[in-house]
C-alpha cells in the first residue's frame, strides 16, 4: 500500500510546489504591460498557474 506524503519547508506554502519566491515575482510581473501567457512562459509554469495567483482562494 502506498502512503503519500508533502514535504514541507520555508519555502513553499503548505500543500503547493511553487515557493513563495516565484508567487512574488509572478505577482511583480503582473504589474507590468506583459501578457498572463508571457509571464508563464518566462517562469515556465501553466497560465492556468498564473491566473490562480492573481486570484487566490478566500
Same mark, same amino acid.
Do not use: Y
Given at each position: ?8 519547508? %520555508?519555502?513553499?506554502? /503548505?500543500?503547493?510546489? =511553487? ?6 515575482? &509572478? $505577482? ?8 498572463? %501567457?508571457?509571464?508563464? /512562459?518566462?517562469?515556465? =509554469? ?6 490562480? &495567483? $492573481?486570484?487566490?482562494?478566500?
Amino acid at each position: 500500500m502506498w502512503k503519500d506524503f508533502l514535504a514541507e519547508d %520555508s519555502v513553499s506554502d /503548505r500543500r503547493c510546489s =511553487i515557493a513563495r519566491r516565484v508567487k512574488q515575482a &509572478i $505577482l511583480e510581473l503582473l504589474s507590468e504591460p506583459l501578457s498572463m %501567457s508571457l509571464i508563464a /512562459r518566462m517562469k515556465h =509554469i501553466s497560465p492556468t498557474t498564473v491566473i490562480r &495567483i $492573481l486570484q487566490p482562494s478566500a
